[in-house]
């Protein structure tokens, strides 16, 4: 079992910044990749950031450069660190990632979901 601890949500004007943490934890496992999803109310969840464990990156078009993930190896941690928020990013934002086990399967968990509110 993988846990994900979320952190950094909150409320922030429009063109603000927030920086989102998510922890992996748990026995025995390497990480494939991380990344962040999002969802609005009334919409359905998207895919926003993304990191491999190569370091190949993927982020979502609405981003357009406003987001940077980045991960801490040695902590198990990605980050994502967005700037020039609007209120259309208003949304939860999930963590969620896939992680092998010694015996070769993977596994893919996601975490509680940690809200963000842009508006004035």
């Known amino acids: 079992q993988v846990q994900l601890v979320e952190s950094g949500g909150g409320l922030v004007h429009p063109g603000g910044s927030l920086r989102l943490s998510c922890a992996a934890s748990?026995?025995?496992?390497?990480?494939?990749?991380m990344g962040w999803s999002r969802q609005a109310p009334g919409k359905e969840r998207e895919l926003v950031a993304r990191?491999?464990?190569?370091?190949?990156?993927y982020y979502a078009d609405f981003v357009q450069g406003r987001f940077t993930i980045s991960k801490d190896n040695a902590k198990n941690t990605v980050y994502l660190q967005m700037n020039t928020l609007q209120p259309e990013d208003t949304a939860v934002y999930y963590c969620?990632?896939?992680?092998?086990?010694?015996?070769?399967?993977?596994?893919?968990?996601w975490g509680q979901g940690t809200q963000v509110t842009v508006s004035l």
């Open positions: 748990g026995d025995s496992f390497s990480i494939a990749y």
């Open positions: 990191i491999f464990s190569s370091g190949s990156l």
């Open positions: 969620n990632g896939v992680f092998s086990r010694p015996s070769g399967s993977r596994d893919e968990y």
